[in-house]
């Protein structure tokens, strides 16, 4: 029987990897129709539905981070990139706009918030994801409803 952290490592790799197919086609990811808004919805098996952005990068919260701040910088922000828009933030079906929100980060840049919660993609290596611990706060996908999705449909990490 896998460990819930392998299970979780071995899931997140499947979800990466279904991710990356998905401009081919060949993913069973489901996203929300609305490709073009700044938020959208995609449900990830073992998950349920999660935030991403308007590419369909699946978009992950820093439980440490304050409410509209981020301690997420340098290295950190190279391998968690915080999602800045410099439109008007818009959200899909399946996202609550009135959740949807920014705040300027120390070096200028304007990064979207969800919830209050700071919104970043992934770039790292398979082996780290949902889970994963930094800055004295844990990483984990975020939930339409505005909440860290803190475990599987299996099982917590």
Same mark, same amino acid.
């Given at each position: 029987?896998?460990?819930?952290?392998?299970? $979780?490592?071995?899931?997140?790799?499947?979800?990466?990897? !279904?991710?990356?197919?998905? !401009?081919? #086609? &060949?993913?069973?990811? !489901?996203?929300?129709?609305?490709?073009?808004?700044?938020?959208s919805v995609k449900k990830v098996p073992? /998950?349920?539905?999660?935030?991403?952005? %308007?590419? #369909?990068?699946?978009?992950?919260?820093? @439980?440490?981070?304050?409410? =509209?701040? +981020? %301690?997420?910088?340098?290295?950190?922000?190279?391998?968690?990139?915080?999602?800045?828009?410099?439109?008007?933030? @818009? !959200?899909?079906? &399946?996202?609550?706009?009135?959740?949807? *929100?920014?705040?300027?980060?120390?070096? &200028?840049?304007?990064?979207? $918030? /969800? =919830?209050?919660?700071?919104?970043? $993609? /992934?770039?790292?290596?398979?082996?780290? &994801?949902?889970?994963?611990?930094?800055?004295?706060? $844990?990483?984990?996908?975020? *939930?339409?409803? #505005?909440?860290?999705?803190? +475990?599987?449909?299996? #099982?917590?990490?």
């Open positions: 029987m896998l460990s819930a952290r392998i299970f $979780t490592r071995i899931a997140l790799v499947g979800v990466l990897a !279904a991710g990356g197919l998905t !401009a081919c #086609g &060949g993913s069973d990811v !489901a996203e929300a129709p609305a490709a073009e808004a700044t938020v073992g /998950y349920g539905e999660v935030l991403a952005t %308007k590419d #369909g990068k699946l978009l992950f919260v820093l @439980t440490s981070d304050p409410e =509209n701040g +981020s %301690k997420c910088t340098d290295d950190c922000a190279k391998q968690w990139p915080p999602l800045s828009e410099s439109g008007e933030l @818009t !959200a899909a079906d &399946g996202v609550d706009r009135g959740k949807v *929100s920014s705040f300027e980060r120390e070096d &200028g840049t304007t990064q979207v $918030t /969800y =919830n209050k919660r700071a919104l970043y $993609t /992934y770039t790292g290596e398979e082996l780290a &994801g949902p889970g994963t611990k930094a800055l004295g706060g $844990t990483w984990f996908f975020i *939930s339409p409803d #505005g909440k860290p999705v803190d +475990s599987t449909e299996a #099982g917590g990490y």
